[in-house]
């Protein structure tokens, strides 16, 4: 069995995975989910260090592939720290994508909206400047 991992999940990769892949769970964030989902890919052997077809040479070095177990055709992009055992979710990747979004764009733009973090990306940054 393979080692456990802690998961972090960065702001571009929830937003991919909003719009390509949607929640199962129904909630508004979707970091838990894609960390559990990461989690049990990797736990079930599911990693690759073999690019998807397509991907470019620049962000293959250094990358882990991911495959999810839900949805077969969505990938995880991962850079992984071996010493602490940490994998980072950059982005996500489908290899086989048959019609439409499962998500339509009018719902991921009204998300949005209310995401700050998508709105004003230093906000959270500037705040934490300020107060000390």
Known sequence: MTEGVTVAVTDHAVERFRQRVGTRHGGFDVRPEIAGRVSSAWAAGRASDAPPPGASEAAVRGSVYIRDLV???VIFVCRHDRSSRELLVVTL?????YGRPRVDQRFTDALKQDDHALVDPGRRWRERRDRG
């Open 93 to 97: 990747w489908e290899d086989a994508r």
């Open 71 to 73: 949805d077969r055709g």
